[in-house]
């Protein structure tokens, strides 16, 4: 791995990192700043007394990018913020973020997860997106002892996906997730598809062979049923499948007017434009993905096909929510987002930022961060604000993970004169009451 990948880079480059004096910040407990919704950084006293390390695992290249984009602006932000240190039990702490792109690839993740352990020695791990990025790190890091926090997949995949069972002790003992689960999507689904929009209540689902489509055909596909849709489920299918013209034939023959599907992007892409060449979409009423379609370039890549496209949403720039460590606001960080690179916002902003405050808060809560099994117990018991939301770990649902809303959205054509093509609206808010909701459920109009 060179040093641009590894994020300890020098010169020009926005994510380098810097070699400064931390100093120690006097006269504040931890536990007083972080009920405050606080960070308690250093001031300018005198030099650290030690350098935590940090591993960031996200998928910058490859199928799943599209989870990756933001991170350069994001980590920018948090080193600005910790570049005088962090004061942790009596002692100012340096914050070295070592990130690395797992090319979307579960193996490498798994490969990189070890290589941050072994060679970088790490004090905690931080990974997000899927469970091709997450689930290998975590294991990386149950097998060796380190702390890990991680988001942005189903917490069933997480937790039952890597062996779990209901009802019995957690195995896990070092790795912790605090994200949505197959219960937000039932709450969001259902406030949608009861909605104002009207079909035969006929559901076409496209669930691939994988942790994610397998957890949510198990959980999510049931609960469904029993509210009254009935459910059309030709199978798993292997991710990188290029042809669908079977399923498209069985969701047609049926008369699906509702289709949902967690795919990965590139297998949406081109299901929906087979579905689109064989008349399925013209007899689509809403069109509910998950996975794909969470952002603008996504979306804008289906070019007709994508406006009126409905999602579940985990970050919104209109979130009630600011970032403990930054400061920053749900919708300054949009704007600061677009400011820097010239692009469309995307909910990923926030859940990466959120990974950040809650990571560097459980460090904070140990009272000795070098201490791998005393931040792995504050993990345990974490309670913190972020950007998506407070988290509580007491709470669960199970051990080792903490249930984050998702809210109800469509992707809709921007009004004349806008910055960008597209415009992403909150259409329900059943799982999340604090989030305001800004227009009604479109029907899709393939």
Not at 148 to 166: C, D, H, I, N, Q
Request: with cysteine; hydrophobic share 40%; charged share 20%.
């Amino acid at each position: 791995m060179d040093e641009k990948q590894s994020g300890r880079q020098t010169g020009a480059d926005p994510l380098a990192v810097t070699r400064r004096d931390f100093v120690k910040t006097a006269g504040y407990g931890v536990g007083a700043l972080a009920m405050a919704g606080t960070v308690a950084l250093a001031n300018p006293a005198r030099a650290a007394d030690a350098t935590l390390k940090v591993g960031f695992v996200s998928p910058l290249t490859g199928p799943l990018a599209g989870f990756g984009e933001t991170d350069p602006y994001i980590l920018t932000q948090v080193r600005k913020a910790l570049e005088k240190g962090v004061a942790i039990g009596g002692k100012t702490y340096g914050v070295e973020i070592i990130n690395k792109d797992t090319q979307s690839d579960p193996v490498r993740s798994g490969q990189l997860a070890k290589e941050l352990i072994e060679s970088d020695k790490v004090d905690m791990m931080l990974s997000t997106s899927t469970p091709e990025v997450v689930n290998p790190v975590a294991d990386a890091c149950e097998a060796a002892g380190v702390p890990s926090l991680s988001t942005v997949m189903p917490w069933e995949a997480f937790y039952f996906g890597r062996g779990a069972k209901p009802g019995q002790p957690s195995p896990f003992k070092w790795s912790y997730l605090f994200s949505f689960g197959a219960h937000d999507f039932f709450n969001c689904y259902v406030s949608q598809w009861n909605g104002p929009v009207k079909t035969n209540k006929k559901v076409a689902v496209l669930y691939p062979n994988d942790a994610d489509g397998n957890g949510i055909r198990e959980h999510l596909a049931p609960a469904l049923a029993k509210a009254g849709f009935t459910i059309v489920d030709p199978g798993g299918y292997e991710d990188g499948t290029t042809d669908f013209s079977s399923q498209i034939a069985k969701f047609k023959a049926e008369n699906c007017e509702i289709f949902n599907t967690f795919p990965i992007p590139p297998d949406f892409a081109t299901f929906w434009r087979q579905a689109a060449q064989q008349g399925y979409t013209k007899m689509v009423k809403i069109a509910q993905i998950a996975k794909t379609g969470l952002f603008p370039s996504q979306v804008e890549a289906l070019g007709s096909l994508g406006p009126g496209i409905a999602s579940a949403c985990y970050w919104h720039k209109d979130f009630p929510y600011k970032s403990p460590l930054t400061g920053l606001a749900s919708n300054e960080i949009a704007e600061g987002y677009e400011k820097a690179s010239g692009k469309q916002w995307t909910q990923q902003l926030g859940a990466t930022m959120s990974l950040f405050d809650a990571g560097i808060a459980a460090l904070q809560a140990s009272g000795n961060p070098t201490d791998k099994a005393g931040v792995a117990k504050a993990l345990s018991t974490l309670k913190t604000p972020t950007t998506v939301g407070p988290i509580d770990f007491t709470k669960g649902p199970v051990p080792n993970c903490f249930n984050t809303p998702i809210i109800g959205t469509q992707w809709i054509k921007a009004k004349p004169g806008s910055k960008f093509k597209l415009d992403l609206v909150i259409t329900e808010n059943a799982n999340d009451k604090n989030v305001p909701v800004q227009a009604q459920l479109r029907p899709y109009n393939g």
